[in-house]
């Protein structure tokens, strides 16, 4: 919405490749690890990761890799199998997004931030501006004094920084170092927390007015009716691979795009593959294929209609069909704004369910030429529409069903 509102825009992928819980995966990871090797009665570390998939990344690894980790310690090869694990996971994750539609610009590391020195340039900035105090062997954001229930800790009492810490000079580098005016972050439900203390940090600074995160809550599926419970750690999980195997890309990103950040989405499965007006996506994009069907026809009887005469456009509900194509730039402009893009599907499926009634009592090839120009210049409007819409959303606008 934002590149078509014609802001230039960059596409960036936040890796999270340091800390205590990629600490914990690399652990569980060099426990599965030594499992291949014939090793028994291993145990993961608490919180670890007991999902299929970790055995899965271990056993790539011990493939790809032959036994180059074979005589390290338990520690040194979580150390050194977290981030090959964290390769094969990005390098999986860059094809499936590709496959759904998104495209990356950037891959940025955490770690990346600590190398670069640019961590540290922030906390110096911070304790400048009087944000920061040393206290118990740490170093902490005196996020109290700016309305926070508690500190935030930005370098741990062993020295280590924290997730916050890093957090905030990353952002402090996109918004200052490199000079965007803008930067939005996609998070998930449970970084409410982190939201807040980031808003304090970027006010801090002075880039409050420049950061927004817009926090969406977590995705249920629905198959046979029963709800899929999920959890990363436990297994209970679907990879979107599977998603779009079951009902393709199209039903995946007009259903995941149905309801707006701050509500959960219900993702029925028998209802993303039905061929029925019940499925939203199916319903709209039969709009569009039904207008290239009479084009076809139209073109095969030789018809143009650049010079058609809309006046003859009063039918009952032909202005209803006029009035929402004229509300698409608005619709455009405002979404650019709010990050709102949920109203997109809604609109889709509202000019497509103003075009369908009127389509069915309304034949379009008649043997008056004026009025048939008239409603084939109708039809091209809406399609029009249609593709600008299907094109945001990242869904096909298809020519025949």
Known sequence: ????????????????????????????????????????????????????????????????????????SL????RALAPRAIELLVAGHKVTAERFGIRFDNFTYETSLLYSGY?????AELRR????????????????????????????????????????AYHRKVLSGLGFDRKIDIWGANT??????????????????????????????????????????????????DVLDAVGVDATRFFLLQSGADRSLD?????????????????????????????????????????????LLDDPGVLDVVRSCLRFPELAADLAETAQVHQLTAYASELAGLFHPWYKVNRVLTDDRGLTKARLRLLEA????????????GVSAPEQM
């Open 1 to 72: 919405m934002l590149s078509f509102a014609g802001a230039a825009v960059v596409r960036e992928y936040y890796v999270n490749d340091s800390g205590n819980q990629i600490e914990i995966f690399g652990r569980t990871l060099a426990v599965r690890y030594r499992e291949l090797c014939g090793e028994t009665g291993l145990e993961i570390p608490e919180g670890g990761y007991a999902a299929p998939y970790v055995s899965e990344l271990a056993r790539q690894i011990r493939v790809e890799d032959a036994a180059r980790y074979d005589g390290l």
């Open 267 to 311: 993702f029925d499965f028998e209802l993303a593959v039905q061929q029925s007006n019940e499925n939203p996506v199916y319903y709209a994009q039969y709009a569009h294929a039904r207008i290239t069907s009479v084009f076809r026809n139209a073109r095969e009887q030789g018809l143009t209609w650049d010079d058609a005469d809309l006046s």
């Open 382 to 393: 809406v399609a029009v529409t249609l593709r600008q819409a299907f094109a945001l959303l």
């Open 192 to 241: 409410h927390g982190h939201a807040r203390r980031m808003k304090l940090a970027m006010g801090a600074l002075d880039l409050g007015e420049k950061w927004q995160v817009v926090i969406y809550q977590f995705v249920k599926f629905i198959h046979e009716g029963v709800l899929v419970k999920m959890g990363k750690r436990t297994g209970q999980f679907l990879l979107l691979d």
């Open 119 to 123: 961590f540290e340039e922030t906390v």
């Open 75 to 78: 520690e040194e090869q979580a």
């Open 129 to 168: 501006r009087g944000h920061v105090e040393d206290r118990d062997g740490a170093v902490w954001f005196r996020s109290r004094e700016l309305g926070e229930d508690i500190d935030s800790v930005l370098v741990r009492s062993n020295g280590l920084p924290t997730y916050f810490g890093v957090d905030v």
